[in-house]
């Protein structure tokens, strides 16, 4: 299977800059997996296609406002850094740009001194360890002067940084947002579980590996990023309670779709756990756990249209990718929402 089977040819102007207000006024379309049938909806209509007894598993990871430009002691010349992981306390991995001008053992302020690191590592991908010197809550002082790692798809400024945040987001740890739990609003999970689908949450921290292109033409060679995830012992619970009557697993996004085929792939079985994960899902792959999955519209030739295509077939994944550009659906993180059941 080559990458260039799942390029589809995508107007600008259809990628969302902004999200719609309310959070669940974004558009849904329906595709059904079996016969690739397609229904055009609102988000708000999702809780008519839950059942009760299904379950809903949402990735309750928090975006670290992880872009910052430092200055450098020595010139003045201002870097961005994107941090993309924390390795320890105070030691982290990123990105950064003009990489040329961030060399080891070069200093940088950041926030008019609330924040200072030292490049300590140049890794073999070019990604820079630096080390912070900060005396107050790291977390704290990011939120104070960071941005939000938008994707480089979007060029609008955010308004409202919570806008890319989930609203059960609760354990900081990715660069970039669960896009498809954007859509819920606390009132809709509310009438969710009214209805008697229960909710269960896992934690997996979304790397920008998320939006890296995948640069060879065999899919089978792509090499994925590692992310790491926690499967708390009450979701295995309810997610095998769920089974064991026969209802569905619903999965919310690529990210809590990857944890819960990770652990089944690892385990054999879904339990507690928490490790890293590199799983390459794409057409061919036998899902393990998830019955059903609500995602947003993704990127041509990325490992998330592969992962997509893998659980509602390569064929009708494509056509309703077709539609969704025929009818000027909103597509990528601030965009509309599919849910494949």
Same mark, same amino acid.
């Given at each position: 299977?080559?990458t /260039?089977d799942?390029?589809?040819?995508l107007? #600008? ?7 719609i207000?309310?959070?669940n ?9 079996? =016969?690739?049938e397609?229904e055009?909806?609102i988000f $708000?209509d999702l809780t008519?296609?839950?059942?009760p007894g299904d379950?809903l ?12 430009f ?10 961005e850094?994107?941090l993309?992981k924390q390795?320890e ?6 990105l950064?740009?003009?990489g040329k001008?961030?060399?080891?053992g070069?200093e940088?302020?950041f ?6 690191c030292?490049?300590?590592d140049?890794?073999d991908?070019g990604?820079r360890?630096?080390?912070f010197?900060?005396?107050a809550?790291?977390y704290?002082?990011?939120d104070e ?6 994707p480089p798809?979007?060029k609008?400024k955010?308004?409202?940084k919570e806008?890319?945040?989930t609203v059960? /987001?609760?354990h900081l740890? /990715?660069a970039a947002?669960p =896009?498809a ?7 809709m999970?509310e009438?969710?579980k009214?209805?008697?689908v229960?909710?269960?949450y ?14 060879? #033409?065999d ?6 990023h590692?992310e790491?995830?926690?499967m708390?012992?009450?979701?295995a ?5 769920t089974k $064991?009557n026969g209802?569905r697993?619903i999965?919310?996004? =690529?990210? /809590?779709?990857? =944890?819960?085929e ?5 385990n054999?079985?879904i339990?507690a756990?928490e ?12 899902f393990?756990?998830?019955?059903a999955?609500?995602t947003?519209f993704?990127l041509p030739e990325?490992t998330?249209?592969?992962l997509?295509s893998a659980f509602?077939?390569y064929d ?5 990718y077709?539609?969704?550009?025929k009818e ?5 993180s601030f965009?509309?929402a599919?849910?494949?059941?």
């Amino acid at each position: 299977m080559k990458t /260039s089977d799942f390029y589809y040819d995508l107007p #600008e102007e259809l990628i969302a800059q902004t999200p719609i207000e309310p959070r669940n006024a974004s558009r849904l379309m329906i595709l059904n997996k079996e =016969t690739g049938e397609v229904e055009h909806k609102i988000f $708000k209509d999702l809780t008519d296609y839950l059942n009760p007894g299904d379950c809903l598993i949402l990735n309750d990871t928090r975006v670290i406002p992880a872009r910052i430009f430092g200055v450098k002691k020595e010139t003045g010349a201002v870097v961005e850094f994107l941090l993309l992981k924390q390795h320890e306390n105070l030691v982290w991995e990123c990105l950064c740009k003009p990489g040329k001008k961030a060399k080891v053992g070069t200093e940088f302020v950041f926030g008019e001194g609330k924040l200072e690191c030292k490049v300590i590592d140049v890794l073999d991908d070019g990604n820079r360890m630096i080390k912070f010197d900060c005396d107050a809550n790291i977390y704290a002082v990011l939120d104070e002067i960071g941005q939000m790692p938008l994707p480089p798809y979007i060029k609008e400024k955010l308004a409202d940084k919570e806008r890319y945040q989930t609203v059960y /987001s609760e354990h900081l740890g /990715s660069a970039a947002a669960p =896009t498809a739990g954007l859509h819920f609003t606390k009132e809709m999970l509310e009438e969710i579980k009214a209805k008697g689908v229960n909710i269960g949450y896992v934690t997996l921290h979304v790397g920008l590996g998320t939006f890296r292109p995948v640069k060879v #033409e065999d899919v089978t060679k792509h090499t994925m990023h590692t992310e790491h995830y926690i499967m708390p012992q009450e979701t295995a619970d309810l997610i095998n309670e769920t089974k $064991k009557n026969g209802k569905r697993v619903i999965s919310v996004g =690529t990210t /809590s779709c990857r =944890t819960l085929e990770s652990v089944a792939t690892k385990n054999g079985c879904i339990c507690a756990d928490e490790d890293d994960t590199s799983i390459f899902i794409y057409p061919g792959y036998e899902f393990k756990c998830i019955d059903a999955l609500v995602t947003n519209f993704h990127l041509p030739e990325s490992t998330l249209i592969m992962l997509i295509s893998a659980f509602a077939g390569y064929d009708h994944v494509m056509n309703a990718y077709k539609i969704a550009v025929k009818e000027k659906y909103r597509f990528f993180s601030f965009g509309d929402a599919m849910f494949i059941c």
